[in-house]
């Protein structure tokens, strides 16, 4: 699976959009990009994930790029909450385990 | 919305004894897995399980490590002899099929060991 880089920390105010990047430059083309967080030690919860195209749902957006090297997490409007560590993971869709980086910690602020 | 479930939450035990822990799944996956996160660390992966058999292992799942599916609905993990070095969390994770490769990861089992 491909390597992703994320920055390690990001603060965002409460009721702001939260943007986190992801670098996946050596993805290929069956490689999906997936979006975990990690809220405490809480057991890592789904929130997204895409191909090629812009995902969303009513957790968050997904916003790959055309090249597909980089993505963006987008919580459209972060509450004390979304205070967790988020994880992008690219992966084959047949693939078997998910390997889990350093992710970004994100510290939702009042 | 059916959710992976998982227990003891948590569990101490002094080294050399064995433990097991246990993980309901969503109904209807067919894939099964383990990781476990060492306090501060990232989280790993250590098997993954379908059709009654090991379909992937890391190299952390040595010989003191064992999966079973003893019925339709636990998937257990057991760490025959335990050591200090395997206190951490266990999540149990599942999916609904090969080609769907979103992994619900169940609340986790933080295990110590003395």
């Known amino acids: 699976d491909a390597k992703t880089t994320q920055p390690t920390s990001m603060d965002c105010a409460e009721g702001r959009a939260a943007n986190l990047p992801c670098n996946h430059s050596?993805?290929?083309?069956?490689?999906?990009v997936y979006w975990y967080r990690q809220i405490h030690s809480q057991g890592p919860q789904y929130i997204i994930h895409?191909?090629?195209n812009n995902e969303t749902n009513e957790m968050a957006s997904l916003i790959i790029t055309e090249d597909r090297k980089s993505s963006t997490l987008i919580l459209p409007h972060a509450t004390l909450r979304d205070t967790a560590v988020y994880y992008c993971?690219?992966?084959?869709?047949?693939?078997?385990?998910?390997?889990f980086g350093g992710g970004t910690r994100l510290m939702v602020k009042p | 919305e059916p959710e992976v479930t998982q227990t003891p939450s948590h569990q101490v035990t002094q080294m050399g004894q064995e433990v097991i822990l246990r993980c309901v799944p969503i109904?209807?996956?067919?894939?099964f897995y383990w990781y476990r996160q060492i306090l501060g660390q990232k989280v790993e992966f250590l098997v993954s399980?379908?059709?009654?058999?090991?379909?992937?292992k890391s190299e952390i799942f040595d010989d003191q490590f064992s999966v079973e599916r003893p019925d339709g609905s636990n998937f257990t993990l057991k760490i025959r002899s335990t050591k200090l070095e395997d206190s951490a969390m266990y999540f149990c994770?599942?999916?609904?099929?090969?080609?769907?490769?979103?992994?619900?990861f169940g609340p986790g089992t933080r295990l110590l060991v003395l």
């Open positions: 994770a599942s999916k609904v099929g090969r080609l769907k490769e979103t992994q619900y």
């Open positions: 050596t993805i290929s083309g069956n490689e999906y």
């Open positions: 895409g191909l090629k």
């Open positions: 993971i690219v992966t084959h869709n047949a693939g078997n385990m998910l390997t």
């Open positions: 109904s209807n996956h067919l894939y």
């Open positions: 399980f379908y059709n009654n058999e090991i379909s992937e």
